[in-house]
């Protein structure tokens, strides 16, 4: 997905009148795409003390998290989620308005 974006930012800096507006816009093109990057290194240490503890139930997570997936599909081959859906929208009639 990088490659519309970059082209379409590089259309626009290109169509700049000015280069330091152009090398502004790249500069917050690039900002955006290494500051997640640079967050998730600063978040590894954290990561993998939280992995070394969670080990014993990483077994249990997998199984829960494959029903999940299960319960998805037959969610989406019956029909619930068109039900689950609709119901949501009647509760939250503000989320119609969302897309």
């Given at each position: ?19 330091a ?43 829960a ?35």
């Open positions: 997905m990088i490659g519309p974006i970059l082209a379409a930012i590089l259309a626009l800096a290109g169509s700049e009148a000015s280069v507006r152009g090398a502004l816009l790249l500069g917050a093109y690039s900002a955006g795409l290494g500051i997640p990057f640079v967050l998730a290194a600063l978040a590894m240490k954290p990561f993998v003390a939280f992995l070394k503890r969670m080990r014993s139930r990483l077994g249990m997570v997998e199984k998290t494959g029903a999940l997936l299960v319960l998805t599909g037959l969610a989406f081959l019956f029909g619930w989620i068109s039900t689950a859906s609709f119901w949501l929208l009647e509760l939250f009639p503000g989320l119609g308005r969302l897309g």
